[in-house]
């Protein structure tokens, strides 16, 4: 494994577990994933009050005491925010710290390493924001704060208030979902690729020392299928596979380079609840991808260069 330096106290493994799913696994099976993980140097859990409506967290909790690992060698992520029966999101101070505590109680701990506010509340109080996150600092409840699908003009709007700094933005890229990146590829054109739908957030973390994490890294559009092996993505796969076979790993593990030879992207959240896939997925920090490898494999994913 490879890791990168966040902060002070946060080298992160370039891989991060995402525990989306495990609440559909047995308490047999999440702790075969999380000791698989470990084995393997990942260092960084990501989970969110809402993964299988607080399950998975509980699954999670439970997985990593049974390891036996020290608490203070691994790094716990979780996420507050979204309301899911109700269908809204919630920013509010009330809600976040209750929702910091929910998540210490099911994930076991007394403390998160990183919490992330999970997508845009429009109607949030900035201040309330603010004084959540104080008094989670305060009480040593949350390490490091961040966000998650949220722009530059959002982040800077939330930073003008809180104290603490933003070290985090998770947000979905692949090789097949590359907003954050098209518009600065044909900027000043008339291509739809110009279309700036993401207000320079790339640009704006890197400017500003936010670690972007990737979500959803083998995913093409809003959930609707995976692209290995997809004969919608024939040319990408031909790539993939011709990396694949010159560096000895899977393309799976490729498609995880592409991502991570961006200087901007400091993890890949891997979501496989399959210990196999995921052994090979973390091949991943092994491949040296070229310049022209890079952009070959952007290109033939149906991408353009001007």
Same mark, same amino acid.
């Not at 080298?11 to 609440?23: F, H, N, P, Q």
């Not at 203070?72 to 925010?81: C, R, T």
């Not at 670690?211 to 959803?216: D, G, K």
């Not at 024939?234 to 596979?241: A, H, R």
């Given at each position: ?9 946060l ?13 559909a696994?047995s ?9 698989n ?21 509980e699954?999670?909790?439970k997985?990593?005491?049974r390891?036996?690992?020290m608490r ?10 979204i309301?899911? =029966?109700?269908? &809204?999101? @919630?920013?509010? #101070?009330?809600h976040?710290?209750?929702?910091v ?5 099911r994930? +076991? ?8 506010l ?5 109607l ?7 004084e ?8 040593g ?16 709007h939330?930073?003008k ?11 979905q ?34 400017e500003?020392?936010i ?6 890294p ?5 959930? =609707?299928?995976? &692209?290995? @092996?997809?004969? #919608? ?13 010159? +560096?000895?790993?899977?393309t799976s ?10 200087p901007?992207?400091?993890?890949v959240?891997i ?22 490898q890079?952009y070959d494999?952007?290109k033939?994913a ?5």
């Open positions: 494994m490879e890791y990168n330096k966040i902060r002070d106290g080298t992160v493994s370039k891989i991060a577990l995402g525990c989306w799913r495990m609440d696994l308490d047999d099976s999440s702790y075969d994933v999380v000791q993980a470990l084995n393997h140097g990942i260092n960084f859990f990501d989970n969110a009050d809402i993964y299988g409506n607080g399950v998975s967290e699954k999670f909790g997985a990593w005491k390891t036996g690992v203070e060698n691994i790094y716990i992520l979780s996420k507050a925010g309301c899911a =029966e109700e269908g &809204y999101y @919630d920013f509010s #101070k009330n976040i710290v209750e929702a505590n929910g998540s210490l109680k994930l +076991q701990t007394e403390y998160l390493d990183v919490l992330l999970h997508r845009p509340d429009t949030y109080d900035p201040e309330e924001v603010s959540a996150f104080e008094e989670l600092y305060a009480s409840k949350v390490r490091f704060f961040g966000v998650s699908n949220q722009n530059s003009f959002q982040i800077s939330l930073r208030f809180v104290k603490q700094d933003i070290i985090f933005n998770q947000m890229f692949n090789v097949t979902h590359t907003n954050l990146i098209d518009a600065g590829l044909t900027v000043n054109n008339y291509f739809d690729s110009a279309i700036d739908r993401s207000d320079g957030v790339l640009e704006y973390c890197r500003n020392d670690a972007l994490q990737a979500w959803s083998f995913q093409y559009g809003f959930f =609707e299928g995976v &692209y290995i @092996d997809n004969p #919608k993505y024939e040319k990408l796969n031909i790539e993939l596979k011709k990396v694949a076979e010159m +560096q000895g790993v899977n593990a490729v498609a995880v380079a592409w991502i991570l030879r961006h901007a992207f400091k993890q959240i979501g496989t609840m399959n210990p196999d896939r995921l052994s090979a997925i973390c091949e991943a920090v092994t491949v040296k991808l070229t310049k022209q890079w494999l952007y033939s149906g991408n353009m260069i001007p």
